[in-house]
């Protein structure tokens, strides 16, 4: 089974990357595919329990947390970039792992395709 990455590093407010990345991501069950999802830069800020993308006539991100526990999607987000932009508290319902920045290019490497959104 090939390993897919979708990486988001647009914010989850103002922008639909977020969201659209975990559709495309669920998507890829149906194809025998293992898809997981990287969150960083601003994307990162979607792993915030305060993050509420619907205020603004987005797609609430909690649609998301259904599929992630029925498909069982890995999520991940980088340490450093969770302190630049202050994200203190995780919403749960995503269970992302947090990887470090240094470590990033062997993780990268893991997979055998990486697409950025």
Known sequence: MKKLLFVAYQS???SIWVNETFRTAFGMYGEDLD????????ASV????GTK???????????C????????????????????????ELDENFKA???DEAD???????FDYVIFM
Do not use: C, M, R
């Open 65 to 88: 947390h259904k599929y992630i526990k029925n498909y069982g999607t890995k999520v991940y987000t980088i340490k450093q970039h969770l302190e630049k932009f202050k994200v203190k």
């Open 53 to 63: 993308p619907e205020t603004i006539g987005l797609l609430p991100l909690s649609i």
């Open 104 to 110: 990033l290019a062997d993780f990268l490497h893991s």
């Open 97 to 99: 792992e947090i990887i």
């Open 46 to 49: 979607a792993l915030s329990k």
């Open 12 to 14: 989850p407010v103002g």
């Open 35 to 42: 898809p997981s999802v990287l969150l960083i830069d601003e």
